[in-house]
């Protein structure tokens, strides 16, 4: 499961502000078990928008001490990487993340990249 928190609705504005993945499982019972999730904290782009409101509702303190943000495509390749060692392949259309690639003064450079992928036993 992925999770994101954004700066506001419009992906062309508003950056990505976090992003978390947690595998779920079931158990022998036929229980849903949560592993605990990835975090990771994400840098605004520059020349990204930050609408208050998406904060007042998402509760991000983009000045916290102990944020510790990265680059968008870094926080990407973390959590998709944690993902896949945690035995998640790509052969189905079970799930997919669509994302805006930016350069360096937030201008996009590559429309949209979708991932698809399904947790497997």
Same mark, same amino acid.
């Given at each position: ?15 990505? *502000? ?36 998406? *904060?007042?509702? @998402? ?22 990487? *944690? ?9 189905? @259309? ?28």
């Amino acid at each position: 499961m992925v999770d994101v928190e954004t700066g506001g609705f419009d992906p062309q504005r508003h950056p990505l *502000l976090e992003i978390a993945d947690s595998i779920i499982r079931m158990d022998d019972k036929g229980l849903l078990i949560p592993a605990p999730p990835l975090p990771c904290h994400v840098l605004p782009f520059i020349g990204s928008e930050i609408d208050p409101r998406a *904060l007042a509702f @998402n509760g991000i303190d983009l000045d916290h001490p102990f944020r510790h943000a990265v680059p968008e495509r870094e926080a990407l390749t973390r959590i998709l990487f *944690l993902s896949f060692m945690s035995r998640v392949a790509i052969p189905q @259309n079970s799930m997919a993340l669509t994302l805006s690639e930016r350069d360096l003064h937030g201008k996009v450079i590559r429309k949209s990249v979708v991932v698809t992928f399904e947790v497997i036993e």
